[in-house]
């Protein structure tokens, strides 16, 4: 329909869904998502790149992961609606498309091409958190026996980066296809 513009019909349908939400413009070292924070938005990450830290148990700001574009950001908390699970950080001059619960309902929700692209992108999302959960668990488990991982600093390294995988605070971008 429109290929002679040079844009497929899924690249108009992205950025109709881009164009629902507000674009901001970050500068490095914003915070925009803050762990224990209401689920009330996600981002869909434009360019830029974003720092995932998570507090442990003693109260300390951990690093979960760096997240590069395109990426989905914060849709968890939209979809358990449980307060955020991490806080990010723009690591440089970052653009962001911000989706209110409202919009992200409406677009999981409804009919036409838009949201059947929208669903069809977060079950891939959801797809590639759940791969990377899954990998960092193994890897955890399939270490060989002799090799002493089982300390209290490996271990809890370990367990936090599966734990952001399954959160969906790894660099789960969809550049590849």
């Known amino acids: 329909m429109l290929s002679r513009y040079g844009l497929d019909d899924n690249a108009v349908l992205l950025s109709n869904i881009l164009e ?3 674009q901001l413009n970050l500068q ?18 434009i360019s830029g790149r974003v720092q995932v830290l998570k507090r442990d148990m003693m109260g300390v700001e951990r690093h979960l992961s760096d997240v590069a574009p ?3 950001l ?3 908390a939209l979809i358990n609606r449980h307060r955020r699970s ?23 929700n409804g009919r036409g091409p838009e949201h059947d692209l929208f669903r069809g992108l977060l079950v891939r999302v959801l797809a590639k958190q759940l791969e990377a959960g899954n990998a960092e668990l193994l890897d955890i488990l399939e270490a060989p026996a002799e090799v002493e991982i089982w300390d209290d600093e490996t271990t809890s390294e370990s367990m936090w980066s599966a ?13 590849d296809d």
């Open 20 to 22: 629902m939400g507000k």
């Open 28 to 45: 490095e070292g914003a915070r925009f998502c803050m762990e224990g924070g209401n689920p009330d938005t996600a981002w869909f990450l």
């Open 70 to 72: 395109p990426s989905l």
């Open 74 to 76: 914060g849709h968890m």
């Open 86 to 108: 991490a806080s990010c950080v723009t690591l440089g001059p970052t653009v962001l498309r911000e989706v209110d619960v409202r919009t992200f309902k409406k677009l999981l």
């Open 163 to 175: 734990e952001g995988a399954f959160s969906g605070w790894s660099d789960h971008g969809e550049s």
